[in-house]
């Protein structure tokens, strides 16, 4: 077997329990300026739990996902979900 070896530098980028590839933090620094109101965001993921994950790694935030339909990530007829956060301060005290 050949391993493919990584840089500490692409290591340090990453984001526990965030899947690589899609920019949480970039969305969610974003949506702590806008209180109460929830934001679409704007890539459809292949996992309902990636998007439920979220809520482990930021506080205060809410999380729904809808549409996908169970299908196995490598089936041709697989859809993707969409995800909609909302920022609610102080509602989040077991953080």
Do not use: C
């Not at 459809?44 to 935030?61: C, H, Q």
Request: glycine share 8%; proline share 5%; no cysteine.
């Amino acid at each position: 077997m050949k391993l493919k070896f990584v840089s500490d530098e692409e290591i340090k980028k990453l984001t526990p329990g965030v899947r690589l590839g899609y920019d949480w933090a970039t969305f969610i620094e974003e949506l702590y300026k806008h209180p109460n109101q929830w934001a679409e965001f704007p890539e459809r993921i292949k996992s309902a739990n990636t998007g439920y994950a979220v809520r482990n790694n930021y506080k205060d935030i809410e999380v729904k996902v809808t549409g996908g339909n169970g299908l196995s990530i490598n089936d041709p007829e697989k859809k993707l979900w969409t995800v909609y956060l909302r920022y609610t301060p102080g509602e989040d005290d077991t953080f």
